[in-house]
């Protein structure tokens, strides 16, 4: 006989909205065991004493290595009108559970999770789930987003770890519910642990001195759950997020080789990062220059060629607008929302600082693009232009995003894989910012007599 002892922390959906965590931690698992017959308001106390306590170190003990999803023991399936949900792991991790509303979403919180294996599909099976997505979300932290069919609730959530194998099931069922009763629930619990990650220093901090280097925010697109642009290739499936990581990285070494920069990056690795703690992270560094690096596909027009993209409330093109409506939805997805920050004072505040900073982003891209002509890459053929992507709303800084080139483009992939053309064009962004420094400089002594 197989002995398997359960050990359950059942939480019911009236909790929910707030993080909801599960330490299997030897000696929380035994008291828990404990007291499973006793009052639901006492596992409920029980899960915020938890909460309050979940500091790294009390995280990581007792465990070893990552935990991995077993795919083949996770699935998502309709019954009596709902959704159950099983996802099998190697062993127990802390978690946490919320919806969000427009479009109607689950969103499970993992302390990191290895996904390998998983397919999106064995989620969406279900007529209830109609879209899943996963993967790093901050570092040290994984997240699974379940698109729903309608309004649901999560009328149950719990966790069983074996007691022999350590293997653990995260069980949710979700039941319909109206839509004024979600509205009611939604909402991500507000944490600073998940947070602004500290910044990354490639060089030390800059001084105050005219002459001193400039720091250059650079900005590697998607990361993590999203994956940007993606190409089956024959060496297997290349992703914008890792192009970009991996161009950014080196445009990064040639800037601060030139003596003339200083850089730092919004993310050093694979993990998700919000298209609003970008541009934070480009305020707390005190960026004099914030560049976002893009590789994305496009259908429309064809797209090919460098493309160097400025603020502006309306695209210039369609194509533009496309770009802008992709980024946006995946960051709505993943579970954040930019419109928060900007209410109506803070526009009116925005606007004015922009007013200052609009001429000195179009002067970097004019001058990003003479760089990057004179290097003689493929560039676009219109290749300055605008569009409202929420990472360029930073006021004070000067900002672009570049399109490097388009992943849908054969051409334009055939380059982004070549280290030869990548030392090129970032060859021409440096060049670029060199001669701009030097014009802005010269403005600015202009402006201040
Ligand atoms: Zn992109």
Not at 103 to 120: C, K, N, T, Y
Request: charged share 20%; with cysteine.
């Amino acid at each position: 006989m197989v002995a398997k002892t359960v050990k359950r922390a059942s939480i019911l959906a009236s909790v929910l909205g707030v993080c909801l965590c599960c330490l299997p931690a030897e000696a929380q698992t035994t008291a828990q065991t404990e007291t499973q017959t006793q009052a639901q308001t006492q596992t409920q106390a029980q899960t915020q004493t938890q909460v309050q306590a979940l500091a790294p170190s009390s995280l990581t003990q007792g465990f070893s290595g990552l935990a991995r999803v077993d795919a083949a023991e996770t699935f998502a399936r309709d019954r009596r009108g709902g959704v159950d949900i099983a996802i099998a792991m190697s062993q127990g991790v802390p978690f946490r559970v919320f919806t969000l509303a427009d479009p109607e979403r689950v969103v499970i919180d993992f302390q990191e999770v290895d996904w390998s294996g998983l397919a999106a599909e064995q989620l969406t099976a279900a007529d209830g789930i109609h879209a899943a997505q996963f993967g790093t979300y901050v570092p040290g932290w994984s997240r699974l987003i379940l698109g729903l069919s309608g309004p649901m609730e999560v009328t149950s959530v719990a966790m069983e770890v074996d007691e022999v194998t350590a293997a653990a099931q995260l069980d949710l069922r979700l039941t319909p519910t109206s839509a004024s009763a979600f509205a009611a629930t939604v909402g991500a619990p507000r944490d600073a642990r998940w947070d602004l990650p500290a910044p990354t220093l490639m060089t030390a901090p800059k001084q105050e001195d005219a002459l001193a280097p400039l720091l250059v925010v650079l900005d590697p697109g998607h990361g993590g759950l999203d994956p940007g642009a993606e190409a089956e290739m024959r060496q297997g499936l290349v992703q914008e997020k890792q192009l970009m990581l991996q161009f950014a990285i080196e445009l990064g070494e040639m800037l601060v080789r030139s003596g003339q920069f200083n850089v730092q990056l919004t993310r050093d690795d694979d993990y998700f990062v919000s298209l609003e703690r970008r541009i934070a992270l480009a305020h707390q560094a005190g960026a004099d220059v914030f560049m976002s690096l893009h590789a994305d596909s496009l259908s429309e027009g064809q797209a090919h060629g460098t493309t160097v993209y400025v603020l502006s409330q309306d695209a210039s093109d369609s194509a533009s607008q496309a770009l802008v409506e992709r980024h946006e939805r995946t960051d709505l997805l993943a579970g954040t929302d930019l419109s928060q920050a900007d209410d109506k004072v803070t526009d009116v505040l925005l606007d004015l600082a922009r007013q200052e900073t609009h001429p000195r982003s179009e002067a970097l891209a004019r001058s990003l693009v003479e760089g990057l002509q004179s290097q003689g890459g493929d560039i676009n053929r219109r290749p300055l232009r605008e569009a409202g992507f929420s990472v360029l709303k930073s006021a004070d800084i000067p900002s672009v995003l570049v399109e490097i080139g388009f992943m849908s483009s054969p051409r334009d992939l055939a380059n982004l894989l070549d280290p030869d053309w990548r030392n090129r064009t970032a060859r021409g962004l440096l060049n670029g910012l060199l001669t701009w420094r030097i014009e802005d400089e010269a403005t600015r002594a202009l402006v201040r007599q």
